[in-house]
């Protein structure tokens, strides 16, 4: 019986440790959300700015979610943030062209598979860094996006009502007061965008093949699975999740800039981090990304409505970031 | 990872002793721009939050960093956050998501610098027609109402397009003028490398001393070209006048050189800033602005007077 419990113990320990390593963003999250909810009683935790923060976030998440695609092999696409600027150009001169709005949706998702393979030749098949082929990338759709719309803003009448009309609207949820709660069209894509990047990273052959790359690609390699092709047709997700999210920015701003997409990037890479913090391995899993997109969303909200200066915003933000990763890898090297 | 959790955790304990600080009566007004990190938009804001502070506003500046859908994100989290007023400076045809909601919840929107929209209670910028008229006169009085004179316009774009229209009539109203030429840089290398191209041309066409009185220019780039064609043909000693608008920092170097370049207009940035505080001023007070656009008065630059601005 003394044994017994002793082991029973002893589980409980690791359990416990392995919960703080695993877990401690996710409980600073919380712990934010507690830390808001005190300073900002009356607005911050209610329907309606949670509604408003989905929607302010769905952009990057979607961009988060499929960059998690390419970064689980270990791999980087640095090129998200040009080619969302691109996606929303090549969409706002169609429309311009008075194409119809589904045929400026889709050829700018197209040109975003193309964008992806291209980057996915350039990694997998010829073999270059992930951090160069992409950082040429970059470049060249940014290059394209300046070409093409000769460095101008397209907006206002060029845009039409249905496609700017999109990211204003959604479902509606109920009412507050007058106002009719809708839940966001924006932040209904991202859940989209969430469940099915889950599912083929979770729950497939796919997903599981591309863990095993991340791991090890040699050892990936020699047990049978197709390291080049699985690459590739990772890169052009990532491709497609970076025009789907520089369409929805588009939308949501009612035009289209060719730089506009540009910070988009490098928050995409802190929330994939951030949610690497929360898995044992170390491995990015698309709910840590949501998680991870979640809380730059939410301090970036919150510290608004603390009439935080905006430097300062930025200091404390990636102040977190640093903070949550250097005590993830502290607790995992103590361990 | 523990060590995070603990730090939030003491956060928020100690949050509890501050939180309720920020709260006064003063009115509170929010600055939204994504575009802090230029000068223009630095000396809008100076001048605004110098205004503001006079009257004991809250006031609260945030800058968005380039990203413009991140402003109507911060205008969404400020109107939930109940402010008394909006001002931004950014295109309001780009935000008007957020204007939308600010409009849903009463809150007043101003535009500093912005453009003109029915969402907004009103705009404060210069006014381009009067920075036209500016440089202009003193075209016409320089030349003494008699002269050939090459015009740099632009029209596709409407806010320089009512520049020249304003031009067109002052150099009408004499007689004696001859616009020789009325010409349309190509603006895509910046303007100046065209306009340049351009008045090399006319000057070509034109080779005798005292037949061109005179460079018209809707904005500096295509005066600072023209200046460089009268230069590099050795024709600066011929009583050129050249005048452009902005008065950019080229420009003001070019005009405090003592050359061909005369005069530009420097719109007054900080004058803006407050002229939009008292703006909010009124609509707080609970007075009704019908002015959809207010003007500030602009400065004419001349060598007399170029020592201020490059002070800045």
């Given at each position: ?9 002893t ?25 808001f ?25 979607v ?34 062209d ?41 470049t ?43 839940f ?47 690459r ?17 920015y ?67 933000i ?18 | 990872m ?120 009103t ?28 015009m ?10 009512k ?42 066409a ?14 500096d ?22 005048v ?29 800033g ?39």
């Amino acid at each position: 019986m003394t044994t017994d419990a002793s082991i029973e113990q002893t589980a409980a320990r690791i359990q416990w440790g392995r919960l703080l390593r695993t877990s401690g963003t996710l409980i600073g999250f919380l712990a934010i959300i507690v830390f808001f909810t005190i300073n900002i009683p009356n607005t911050f935790l209610t329907v309606a700015n949670w509604l408003n923060i989905s929607q302010q976030v769905s952009m990057l998440a979607v961009i988060a979610f499929t960059m998690t695609i390419v970064m689980v092999m270990g791999d980087f696409d640095l090129s998200v943030g040009s080619m969302a600027s691109l996606a929303g150009i090549i969409a706002a001169l169609l429309f311009r062209d008075s194409q119809p709005v589904i045929v400026g949706v889709l050829v700018a998702l197209g040109v975003g598979l193309l964008g992806g393979l291209f980057n996915g030749v350039l990694v997998s098949y010829v073999g270059i860094m992930p951090f160069v082929a992409t950082l040429g990338t970059l470049t060249m759709f940014s290059g394209l996006a300046f070409l093409l719309s000769g460095g101008e803003t397209i907006f206002g009448r060029d845009i039409p009502a249905d496609f700017s009309g999109f990211a204003r609207g959604g479902i509606p949820v109920g009412m507050v007061g007058e106002r009719t709660l809708l839940f966001p069209n924006l932040t209904l894509i991202a859940l989209i965008v969430l469940a099915v990047v889950w599912a083929l990273l979770e729950q497939t052959t796919f997903g599981r093949r591309l863990y095993a790359i991340g791991g090890n690609a040699e050892a990936a390699l020699l047990g049978g699975v197709r390291v080049r092709l699985l690459r590739l047709i990772a890169f052009m997700l990532t491709g497609f999740g970076a025009a789907l999210g520089g369409l929805m920015y588009a939308s949501r701003v009612a035009s289209a800039n060719p730089t506009q997409g540009a910070g988009l990037m490098l928050d995409a890479i802190a929330a994939v981090f951030l949610g690497m913090t929360m898995s044992e391995e170390g491995e990015p899993h698309v709910l840590g990304t949501l998680i991870g997109v979640l809380i730059l969303g939410v301090l970036d909200n919150g510290l608004t409505q603390m009439r935080v200066d905006s430097y300062v915003r930025e200091i404390l933000i990636g102040a977190i970031i640093v903070a949550a990763v250097t005590s993830s890898s502290l607790a995992k090297r103590g361990r | 990872m523990r060590r995070l959790a603990v730090i939030a955790i003491v956060l928020c304990i100690v949050s509890i002793g501050f939180g309720t600080v920020a709260a006064q009566d003063a009115p509170s007004v929010a600055v939204i721009t994504p575009y802090l990190a230029q000068p223009g938009t630095q000396f809008l804001v100076e001048g605004f939050e110098a205004a503001a502070e006079d009257k004991g506003w809250n006031v609260n500046v945030i800058d968005t960093a380039g990203d413009v859908a991140a402003v109507i994100s911060r205008i969404e989290d400020m109107v939930n956050q109940g402010v008394d007023a909006l001002v931004i400076n950014v295109d309001p045809a780009q935000v008007e998501a957020g204007l939308q909601i600010a409009a849903d919840a009463s809150i007043p929107v101003f535009g500093m610098d912005a453009g003109s929209n029915p969402l907004l209670v009103t705009n404060v910028t210069s006014n381009g027609y009067a920075m036209a008229a500016e440089t202009a006169s003193y075209v016409v009085d320089r030349i003494g109402c008699a002269g050939r004179v090459v015009m740099f316009v632009f029209d596709p774009y409407p806010p320089v397009q009512k520049r020249g229209i304003i031009a067109d009539a002052i150099f009408a109203n004499c007689p004696d003028i001859e616009v020789i030429d009325r010409i349309t840089p190509d603006v895509n290398d910046g303007g100046i490398a065209d306009s340049r191209a351009q008045m090399e041309a006319v000057l070509a066409a034109n080779p005798n001393t005292g037949s061109i009185s005179a460079v018209w220019a809707a904005w500096d780039q295509p005066a600072l070209g023209a200046l460089q064609a009268i230069e590099a043909a050795g024709r600066e000693n011929e009583g050129i006048v050249i005048v452009g608008i902005d008065a950019n920092p080229q420009a003001l170097d070019a005009i405090a050189a003592g050359g061909n370049f005369e005069a530009s207009v420097a719109q007054d940035f900080s004058g803006i800033g407050a002229a939009t505080a008292s703006a909010v001023e009124r609509v707080l007070a609970g007075e009704t602005i019908t002015q959809s656009v207010i003007y500030v008065p602009t400065v004419l630059v001349t060598n007399a007077n170029v020592g201020d601005f490059l002070d800045n």
